[in-house]
């Protein structure tokens, strides 16, 4: 009988996947990594992860429950970056919202004082 799934050592075409895979994902995030500022938070997060993968790629002992700890606080850090940039985005966005040009409406707290407005217009002309 197979043990269940994440226990136990690898065998077989997971011992082959599992390498390719922390090196496709290093890859990526070194190339994530260069599109960050030097200082950021996200930027010392993905730093963190890179160490974890490289440390996991060359320990190669995949069923050692300290690196398998560590790679799962990586996984942890490279969601709070994905957090982060997620936030970033929305915030980005929400300051480029009032620059779109078929946004001519203005916001519901306005409306008076716009109608007001052009009121007061319309009144100073003869």
Do not use: C, H, W
């Not at 136990?8 to 390719?20: A, C, I, K, N």
């Not at 260069?34 to 950021?40: G, I, K, P, T």
């Not at 985005?89 to 004082?113: C, G, I, V």
Request: aromatic share 8%.
């Amino acid at each position: 009988m197979r043990p269940p799934i994440g226990i136990g050592p690898y065998g077989g075409e997971d011992s082959r996947q599992l390498p390719r895979e922390l090196q496709q994902r290093l890859g990526d995030a070194q190339e994530l990594r260069r599109l960050f500022d030097r200082n950021s938070t996200q930027g010392q997060n993905l730093d963190q992860v890179i160490e974890s993968l490289r440390r996991m790629e060359i320990a190669r002992d995949y069923s050692d429950p300290e690196e398998a700890a560590r790679l799962k606080q990586s996984i942890d850090l490279l969601r709070q970056v994905e957090l982060d940039l997620g936030r970033d985005l929305a915030r980005l966005l929400q300051k480029d919202k009032y620059f779109y040009s078929d946004d001519n409406e203005a916001p519901s707290s306005y409306k008076r004082l716009v109608e007001e407005y052009y009121k007061s217009l319309a009144k100073g002309k003869p």
